[in-house]
């Protein structure tokens, strides 16, 4: 592998840090490969130690490589969680006291689409999911706290059902900020019941591969949580600006 020595009035680190991420993208690099030592890069590319170090480091922070000292520097494993943490904790950070609404309204606009091409790509073993997923739900229809995860759960297979593989990495962060803020909005009156008959409903449609009424029926359980919502910041004096 041959790396092109860096101008000097360009920011080194980051010229570094991109061709060493181009070469992973490449597959010149994989998981589980040590990379040169610090020395023979800095030699490779004409620049300091110093230099590459930091391009290392900014590597790491993005979870393309783990620095081991005294043993060097790997590859990392790409994963799912690699891309959401990192997204979780800044959409965590950037969410206010009305957080939970911003949450409704991105999912009003995503989820109905994800119903819809759900009900169009998805097989039996997604359907035996939600399935026993809604049985579950059922059987702690008098404990909602604990019908959270469950909740989430079908609307996380719902994404996987999508065979979008890019839609259950944008959804996961938001459903993680979701298991957060939903129990105080998850106890408003029949916010349960209504949450078992829109999965009862939107299980038919995967069952009879129909999209159209799956996205409908998703729009009327996120119109439905997002008054849930509302209802709780009116009660608590909540604030909202729009």
Same mark, same amino acid.
């Given at each position: 592998m041959e790396f092109n020595k860096i101008a000097r009035e360009?920011?080194?680190s980051q010229k570094i840090e991109m061709q060493i991420r181009n070469a992973i993208r490449q597959n010149l690099f994989c998981p589980g490969d040590k990379l040169p030592g610090e020395l023979e890069l800095a030699q490779k590319f004409g620049v300091s130690r110093t230099a590459v170090r930091e391009a290392l480091r900014?590597?790491?922070g993005r979870g393309l490589v783990?620095? /081991? %000292? !005294?043993? !060097? &520097?790997?590859?990392?494993?790409i994963d799912v $969680?690699? &891309?959401v943490d990192p997204f979780y904790q800044l959409l965590e950070m950037k969410c206010g006291q009305v957080s939970q609404l911003h949450l409704i309204r991105v999912r009003k606009f995503i989820e109905p689409e994800i119903a819809r091409l759900a009900a169009t790509h998805c097989n039996d073993s997604d359907i035996d999911f939600l399935t026993i997923n809604y049985a579950q739900m059922s059987d %702690? $229809?008098? #404990?909602?706290?604990? *019908?959270?995860d469950i909740d989430i759960q079908f609307h996380f297979r719902l994404a996987e059902a999508t065979q979008n593989p890019i839609i259950p990495v944008i959804m996961q962060p938001i459903f993680q900020l979701l298991h957060k803020f939903i129990q105080a909005t998850y106890k408003q009156s029949h916010a349960p019941d209504l949450a078992l008959e829109? +999965? %009862? #409903?939107? *299980?038919g449609c995967m069952r009879a591969h129909d999209p159209e009424a799956a996205s409908q029926i998703m729009k009327t359980h *996120?119109? /439905?949580?997002?008054? +849930? &919502?509302? /209802?709780?910041? #009116? #009660? +608590?004096?909540?604030?909202?600006?729009?």
């Open positions: 360009e920011s080194l900014i590597l790491s783990n620095i /081991q %000292r !005294g043993s !060097g &520097v790997y590859i990392s494993e $969680a690699s &891309v %702690r $229809a008098e #404990k909602p706290e604990e *019908m959270i829109n +999965h %009862r #409903k939107l *299980m *996120m119109a /439905q949580a997002e008054e +849930h &919502v509302l /209802q709780y910041y #009116k #009660k +608590h004096d909540i604030q909202i600006t729009s």
